[in-house]
């Protein structure tokens, strides 16, 4: 079926955050018309973060869905440990991640299990793949099961907290260079080793600016995530307190919007201009399942 033009049910954007994240209303993911994926991309220009409700896709549809945005990274390249289990995932194509405590079974997957362990690196504050050669543009999830209570995520504008921040402070980031690894958020968890959910990276480090431009609306953002270990050519010591400090202050209430997850929303986020993590839930009792895609950031896609 295709939509007639003019008949077709307008898009209704609605702001939820102070300063950013938008709910979008009336686009069928399944079904895109000409426009919509326009109107998406408008829409994270403009707010880093979209809500659409009630989207009952299933994975592959999902996998559709995203490449209308450009290629989709394959989770488990350069990171070996990962794609052992991923072997073992019922969502088997590459191009999926399941964000999930459960097991095939719908059981809550055992305390120290790896699968489980590799995701305690969501509940730090940070933006996909700024480890990887290639980082993620746009992050797609969607929610299948979610707990009663706890386990929403949270974003931060780093649109509006790279503009707050003190003059002198912006003078002092001009032209710093960020050094990002996989390897910094695992160790901030103390998973250092295979059985402790250590997963490492075989990517080299990636330098990648503190203040970067976003190439679509010109905004200065800050890119500072716990994968980010220190600044390139300052003492380790003097660039990892920096940006701790960073952190802090990029993630204060008035920047931040918190989700509170439906089954059946699809959120979507710009990487290039937010920061995210997933909230604290009873994942030992409660179980949570969610579908994700990324969209990387190369540059013949833009
Ligand atoms: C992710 C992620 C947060 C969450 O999927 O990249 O960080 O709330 N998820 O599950
Ligand atoms: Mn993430």
Redesign the pocket.
């Known amino acids: 079926m295709t939509a007639i033009a003019g008949t077709a049910a307008p898009i209704k954007t609605t702001q939820l955050g102070t300063t950013f994240v938008a709910r979008l209303d009336g686009i069928d993911a399944r079904q895109l018309r000409p426009g919509d994926k326009e109107a998406v991309v408008a829409a994270l220009d403009r707010y880093g973060v979209v809500v659409m409700p009630g989207q009952s896709l299933d994975p592959i549809e999902q996998i559709y869905f995203s490449e209308n945005f450009g290629p989709l990274e394959r989770s488990s390249e350069g990171i070996p440990s990962l794609d052992q289990f991923k072997r073992t995932e019922r969502l088997e194509d590459p191009r999926l991640?399941e964000?999930t405590n459960l097991t095939e079974e719908k059981h809550v997957m055992a305390t120290g299990d790896a699968r489980r362990l590799y995701?305690y690196a969501?509940r730090l504050w940070?933006t996909?793949s700024t480890f990887r050669p290639i980082r993620a543009r746009y992050?797609y999830?969607r929610a299948n099961q979610v707990p009663s209570e706890g386990?929403?995520?949270e974003f931060a504008d780093m649109v509006a907290a790279y503009e707050a921040l003190p003059a002198s402070l912006k003078h002092r980031l001009a032209g710093l260079q960020g050094v990002h690894t996989l390897n910094s958020a695992m160790d901030m968890l103390g998973a250092t080793r295979a059985d402790s959910g250590g997963f490492r990276t075989s990517y080299p480090d990636q330098v990648r600016p503190i203040v970067d431009v976003h190439p679509n609306t010109g905004r200065r953002v800050l890119c500072v995530p716990s994968h980010c270990s220190h600044i390139e050519g300052l003492p380790i010591p003097e660039g990892r307190s920096l940006l701790f400090h960073l952190r802090e202050l990029a993630t204060q209430r008035e920047f931040v919007y918190r989700h509170a997850w439906t089954a059946g929303d699809m959120v979507i986020w710009d990487n290039r201009s937010t920061l995210?993590?997933?909230?604290y839930w009873e994942d030992n009792n409660a179980g949570?399942q969610?579908v994700?895609t990324l969209t990387q950031d190369v540059p013949e896609a833009r």
Not at 276 to 279: G, I, Q
């Open positions: 991640s964000i995701q969501n940070h996909d992050t999830l386990g929403e995520t995210h993590r997933a909230v949570r969610m994700r």
